[in-house]
T-cell receptor, first 110, second 117 residues
Framework: EDQVTQSPEALRLQEGESSSLNCSYTVSGLRGLFWYRQDPGKGPEFLFTLYSAGEEKEKERLKATLTKKESFLHITAPKPEDSATYLCAVKDTGGFKTIFGAGTRLFVKA | DTEVTQTPKHLVMGMTNKKSLKCEQHMGHRAMYWYKQKAKKPPELMFVYSYEKLSINESVPSRFSPECPNSSLLNLHLHALQPEDSALYLC????????????????FGPGTRLTVT
């Protein structure tokens, strides 16, 4: 059964304190792994798509990496405006269904 | 333009009411989705339309009725809802994959906050 597990559930950082969020996944055949950012009461905002192990993508202070079993979202020198819930999701070979992890709630204090 | 719009932003309805949620995208995407999201939980897939045909119905109760009148619009008709149906309802769209091993990301709208009284 396809499964996505994110850790930690919540992460509290000081401004400028770099860290990583983890997404472990189990799928029969990976068609894509996605990272989203979600602010309270709003829809998820697309960040990255990763397709194969070894792939990396960057956007401002965020960098996403992928292995055969997990993905990391590295946050370098975070700012308070980076506070949000970060969702990881995978799509397998089955079609349209995307499996979401429970998310990591990130709090960055000034 | 990667915008998906949803109306209304907020909706309060009684258990005997009939209402509709609307979603629109102009990115040329031919797959559209409805999700339900409870507080501090990930989005749960409800329905998927591909080329205006219903592809996935995740065993959603019949009090939720989806409709895709054209390639840009997606509606969710609501009738005789229960208080436990109160949630954020999200619409999303994506390109449709065919003949490749890749999959495309979904773009989400801002959601409709539904409260059933």
């Amino acid at each position: 059964e396809d499964q996505v597990t994110q850790s930690p559930e919540a992460l509290r950082l000081q401004e400028g304190e770099s860290s990583s969020l983890n997404c472990s996944y189990t799928v029969s055949g990976l068609r894509g792994l996605f990272w989203y950012r979600q602010d309270p009461g709003k829809g998820p905002e697309f960040l990255f798509t990763l397709y194969s192990a070894g792939e990396e993508k960057e956007k401002e202070r965020l960098k996403a990496t992928l292995t055969k079993k997990e993905s990391f979202l590295h946050i370098t020198a975070p700012k308070p405006e980076d506070s949000a819930t970060y969702l990881c999701a995978v799509k397998d070979t089955g079609g349209f269904k995307t499996i979401f992890g429970a998310g990591t709630r990130l709090f960055v204090k000034a | 333009d990667t915008e998906v719009t949803q109306t209304p932003k907020h909706l309060v309805m009684g258990m005997t009411n009939k209402k509709s949620l609307k979603c629109e995208q102009h990115m040329g995407h031919r797959a559209m989705y409805w999700y339900k999201q409870k507080a501090k939980k990930p989005p749960e897939l409800m329905f998927v339309y591909s080329y205006e045909k219903l592809s996935i119905n995740e065993s959603v109760p019949s009090r939720f009725s989806p409709e895709c009148p054209n390639s840009s619009l997606l509606n969710l008709h609501l009738h005789a809802l229960q208080p436990e149906d109160s949630a954020l309802y999200l619409c999303a769209s994506s390109q449709v994959v065919s003949g490749t091993s890749l999959s495309y990301e979904q773009y989400f709208g801002p959601g409709t906050r539904l409260t059933v009284t």
